[in-house]
């Protein structure tokens, strides 16, 4: 037996009371309750699914449009310029290609660009 088990007078093991459990239970609670810190609100504090990404994800999200376009571009060149003979006139251009949509994906992400109300809009003139 350890020596964190009550003993009686003769030295032998004894259960504690259930009630006596609960009440060192509650207590050890409430000490807890009171020693732990208040949550502040602050800018970093996020709220369910509804708070949006973080920077760090839109940064990521961001950074990794630019670098697929421009990469995208660059490998369609690369074949276009291997299958045709073109040799650099296809990378150069699809590089191009690949840079300007890189951008237009970073803005179109970013919100910087509006969609244009169209026809299937739903929205009633």
Do not use: C
């Not at 602050?42 to 630019?66: D, K, Y």
């Not at 994906?105 to 929205?123: E, L, Q």
Request: avoid cysteine; glycine fraction near 16%.
């Amino acid at each position: 037996m350890g020596d964190s088990e009550p003993r009686d007078e003769k030295g032998e093991g004894r259960t504690a009371p259930d009630g006596d459990l609960s009440a060192r239970l509650r207590r050890l609670e409430t000490q807890i309750e009171r020693k732990r810190p208040e949550a502040t609100s602050g800018p970093s504090s996020r709220s369910g699914p509804s708070a949006g990404p973080s920077p760090l994800g839109q940064a990521m999200t961001i950074s990794t449009e630019f670098v697929a376009g421009v990469v995208a571009g660059g490998v369609l060149g690369w074949i276009f310029d291997h299958f045709l003979g073109t040799k650099p006139w296809g990378l150069v251009v699809f590089l191009m290609l690949g840079f300007v949509t890189g951008v237009y994906n970073v803005m179109r992400v970013s919100g910087f660009t509006r969609r244009r109300s169209g026809p299937d809009d739903g929205k009633t003139r």
